[in-house]
């Protein structure tokens, strides 16, 4: 039963750790060109991408998207000719920039307000998984406040603080019965914060070639008073006490971005982009609860995570005053060791596709649109603290649109 709950109120914060599962929907622009871009100063999503580059946007703007993510994972377990699937539900990961600043200086200020961490994954009461997770609804808010300097003509830094508010809700099934036969039930909620920084350097040499290196910093989140609350049989409840609330941090990992964009002419620029998350920071995840009982103490797991890698490619076109078209390919390096693989993380290397348009009907006004793709490996697995024993394969997928007005 100790081991029972031990795994129950591990799997939240084990899905957002997940590589699968962060979201990399920015801005539309970026998406289009499967998320390369920081060495290029395309829009106010550089707020984001790389704050140095900020300073060299002609315009100021506002702007605001939204990338309905649908998750489609499927688990087929070890010895079963069944195979099981996620319900049908669209996370909305989004994100709002703004972007100001005198024109006759040399520097802007700009806000970023973004979703890196979020969506919906349920793969309902009854698969054969339910007692590692029925359903999870997960939602992580960034907001960055940046200033942006350019020091010479050919070279910006900028920096932004970042602070973090996330929301979870977890469920799952206890093998616990009630005299009907049905399973019991256990809610895991909670909220967080974090703070953290944001920094980025853009350099644009004489030939136009531009480079980029961005820092964005670990952001331990704290998860104070978090909720669980289990629906057990009355014989079971004084082991799951009622009101029970737990503490616990989540170091979100830092990553690195190295990037290069390169002019094909004078409408046609490439860009790419290789990031290293250092994943390495979750060794292990702890829970201290407010209430324990013999079989609910606090408890400690071992994660032992590598480091992840990712690299993109893509192409931005202006194919007239008012068209511009984008894609991309990218490919991306799970840091999730085997044995740790979960169905709130079915995490895999992956392949990365994606395409974009712009349009700018006026001066001022302009609309974005993307759709991003990835193809998760299929990947056999044994957790080693549920026993969750099969092969799991996921894609993605997650349209966009944005809307931005300069002036």
Known sequence: ?????????????????????????????????????????????????????????????????????????????????????????????????????????????????????????????????????????????????????????????????????????LQRALPVNYPDGRSGHATLEGTGSGYGWNAGLYVKTLSNITFAIVHKSKVVTKLNDGSATFDVPESLRSSFPAGNTFNAELPLPSTTTLGIGIPLSKSTSLAFDANWVQWRVYEELAFDYAINTPVLADTRSARNYRDGSSFKLGVNHQASEKLALRAGIGYAFSPVQDGYVTPEAPDADRYILSAGIGYAPTSRFEVNASFFFEDVKSRKQKNIETGLDGTFKTLVYAPGISLTYKW
Not at 82 to 89: D, G, Q, Y
Not at 92 to 117: H, Q
């Open 1 to 169: 039963m100790k081991k029972l709950l031990f795994c129950v109120l591990l799997s939240a914060p084990f899905w957002v750790f997940g590589q699968g599962f962060q979201v990399n929907l920015q801005g539309q622009k970026q998406i289009g060109m499967a998320g390369a871009g920081s060495a290029l100063a395309l829009d106010e999503a550089s707020v984001f991408f790389n704050p140095g580059a900020v300073s060299f946007l002609e315009k100021n703007s506002i702007s605001a998207g939204v990338n309905p993510l649908l998750f489609k994972s499927a688990f087929k377990q070890n010895g079963s000719n069944i195979t099981e699937h996620v319900k049908n539900k669209i996370a909305p990961p989004f994100e709002a920039y703004a972007v100001w600043g005198p024109k006759s200086n040399k520097w802007k200020l700009g806000l970023g307000v973004y979703t890196p961490f979020g969506g919906l994954v349920d793969w309902g009461d009854e698969w054969s998984g339910r007692y590692a997770l029925t359903s999870l609804n997960l939602k992580a808010i960034y907001f960055q406040p940046t200033l942006s300097v350019k020091i010479t003509d050919g070279i910006g830094i900028g920096a932004g603080f970042v602070y973090n508010h996330g929301d979870v809700n």
